[in-house]
């Protein structure tokens, strides 16, 4: 299990679903491991904690440094939910690497 720095925020748009005829608020989580975190490691993130639909989620994007604070790669990590947690399991080939990763869903 990886360590995590957790952050949200709402972004401001509002979406009209018109399924529903409801509005939806999309906010943002970013998602910060700690520098150690290695290829094929698992980061477990409460989606309610953070004030994320476990079933509004609508996507995950993951990137890393490949060199300090410099050159950034793009990463597809693998993702699951179950009983509204989220598992992203970390994808690419390089071990002790600070991963980013933007969550973007619905507001509960």
């Not at 995590?4 to 979406?15: P, R, S």
């Not at 639909?53 to 790669?73: F, Q």
């Amino acid at each position: 299990m990886v360590n995590a720095t957790i952050k949200g925020n709402i972004v401001g748009k509002q979406l009209l679903n018109s399924k529903r005829n409801q509005i939806r608020k999309i906010k943002t989580v970013m998602v910060t491991s700690d520098a150690t975190a290695d290829d094929g490691e698992i980061l477990s993130v409460t989606l309610a904690n953070y004030g994320l639909s476990a079933t509004g989620l609508l996507a995950v994007r993951g990137v890393t440094h490949s060199t300090v604070n410099s050159i950034i790669v793009i990463e597809a990590p693998t993702t699951t939910v179950t009983d509204g947690v989220l598992a992203i399991t970390i994808g690419g080939s390089t071990d002790n690497k600070v991963r980013y990763f933007l969550l973007i869903g619905e507001e509960l």
